[in-house]
């Protein structure tokens, strides 16, 4: 499995975000290709590729919870500046529930202390009350290779479905 970011260009143009999803479609494809890096060693197919990503649903639920603390927002201006409506909810596909482990996506983002200020918006809101109000993260399954065992037009909250192996019994 590759976890990338999507093609999010016109909401958040990151020029690592750009750049790496522009690679990960063809390093997705080339990773299985036995013709393709022949002296690298045996080649290994992933078998799904999710793009990660913010839907208009959890900028509006954080939006508003900055709001109902009577703090100024940080997401106002995202509405109107990077066009953020219902369109962005679309092709998400996977809502994984993160609640138990925030402190862990906290700790994480402020191990890159040159581009996440501990004080900065994005550390704002407490963990639980991040966990109240929008305790997910979002992919979307941008490729599979494996039946995911979800029905068409559902969606996954497990990003290794379909890649379980039961154990015999």
């Known amino acids: 499995m590759i976890i990338t970011y999507g093609d999010d260009s016109k909401f958040y143009p990151h020029p690592d975000h750009v750049r790496v999803h522009e690679i990960s479609g063809p390093a997705f494809d080339a990773a299985g290709d036995p013709e393709r890096f022949p002296d690298s060693g045996d080649p290994w197919q992933p078998s799904k590729l999710y793009y990660t990503g913010w839907s208009a649903r959890r900028v509006r639920a954080l939006h508003e919870t900055f709001l109902a603390r009577g703090e100024e927002s940080p997401y106002a201006s995202w509405f109107e500046e990077r066009g953020i409506d219902e369109t962005l909810d679309q092709g998400f596909t996977t809502f994984v529930d993160v609640g138990d482990f925030l402190a862990n996506r906290r700790a994480a983002l402020l191990a890159h202390r040159t581009q996440v200020d501990p004080t900065g918006f994005w550390m704002r809101l407490p963990d639980d009350v991040v966990r109240e109000v ?36």
């Open 134 to 169: 929008f305790p997910w993260e979002e992919f979307v399954l941008a490729r599979t290779l494996v039946d995911t065992g979800v029905p068409d037009g559902e969606t996954e909250d497990d990003l290794f479905a379909g890649l379980r192996v039961r154990a015999p019994r």
